[in-house]
């Protein structure tokens, strides 16, 4: 049995445990499926051993940034400081937000375009700031919000504390990059941003990308922390057209993730396309955690019961099939 383990329990969990057999099993189930997942079963998992919990509080690469695997995304059709979360008003966006929070989400994605700093502030004012991530872009492009100037991102950055009601952002994003040559474009903003975050104002920084040229740059480029990336199946408000270039956006993600790189998942659900299908939610949902390219992932939640409909599809799916074999051998042992 020993010989089984190995990988999963140590030789000193083997020698140094002294418990009867049947509980010294029982721990191990326990055990090995945690180790497989990279960390402790939460409580809420306990329900649903050896699949994934949409509230686990998982790594974003080597940022020491830890977010839930599934966050509040708050752009719905955004644009000019508004989104659909902006346009429910914020009697309802603290209601989502609040809804988001008592379930187990901690992280929340914002953005200067979308105009919902102030709102996520108001709803959030009462839990403790080191309790849940945010992440926020700076939209540097032409158009988008109503002025004409561009400042640098330290004065930007200075404005989102304040909307934001926070001393630090955990995460800075610029947002939208589209072009291969992103990187010298935006080489002041960037630099500004590296100081930011050595002054513990901003704690990661990265891109939101829009094109698979300017992902691909990612690959390249060592100032980056994180990316957010559009993601699923059917390639459908991605940065790709055809399903058969996905793979294409997929070994750029697995080249950022060994560099230690963060990646979020956006439009898993293609910004609401797949809202009324059972079939393609379920298989983009299994697409995102099965990929091996994203450490979390943001969607537009705008009603509580979706969060309840897309947490109860993520708990379908398995983590690995080895967490299901190695339960089943150490079962028939205590048989």
Not at 86 to 92: A, Q, S
Request: net charge positive.
């Amino acid at each position: 049995m020993k010989s089984e383990l190995m990988g999963v329990i140590s030789d000193e969990e083997f020698s140094t445990m002294n418990m009867k057999r049947r509980e010294f099993l029982a721990r191990s189930i326990v055990g090995a499926g945690g180790l497989l997942l990279g960390g402790k079963f939460p409580v809420a998992a306990e329900k649903y051993p050896g699949m994934y919990n949409p509230y686990e509080r998982v790594p974003l690469g080597k940022t020491k940034i830890k977010v839930s695997r599934v966050g509040l995304g708050t752009g719905m059709r955004g644009g000019s400081r508004q989104s659909n979360h902006t346009r429910m008003g914020k009697e309802n966006f603290d209601a989502l937000a609040r809804g988001c929070y008592e379930r187990g989400i901690r992280l929340f994605d914002v953005a200067d375009l979308y105009g919902t700093h102030p709102f996520l502030a108001g709803a959030l004012k009462k839990m403790k700031r080191k309790d849940y991530v945010i992440s926020s872009k700076i939209w540097w492009r032409g158009g988008g919000i109503p002025e004409k100037e561009r400042p640098s991102a330290d004065i930007v950055v200075e404005r989102f504390l304040k909307e934001l009601n926070t001393d630090y952002i955990d995460l800075i994003l610029l947002h939208c990059v589209t072009s291969e040559k992103w990187p010298n474009e935006l080489d002041k903003q960037m630099e500004s941003l590296a100081k930011l975050k050595k002054k513990g104002l901003v704690r990661a920084h990265g891109v939101s990308c829009h094109s698979l040229e300017a992902l691909q740059a990612c690959v390249k480029e060592s100032w980056v922390d994180s990316v957010h990336v559009r993601i699923n199946p059917y390639a459908v408000k991605m940065d790709i057209k055809k399903i058969e270039d996905i793979p294409k956006v997929k070994a750029a993600l697995k080249a950022m993730r060994e560099q230690g790189k963060a990646v979020i998942g956006m439009k898993i659900i293609g910004e609401g396309t797949f809202r009324d299908s059972d079939e393609k939610r379920n298989k983009s949902i299994r697409y995102a955690l099965k990929s091996g390219c994203l450490d979390a992932m943001v969607v537009g939640f705008e009603k509580v019961n979706e969060i309840d409909d897309f947490a109860a599809r993520v708990r379908q799916v398995p983590v690995v099939n080895r967490v299901n074999q190695l339960r089943a051998c150490l079962a028939a042992r205590v048989a």
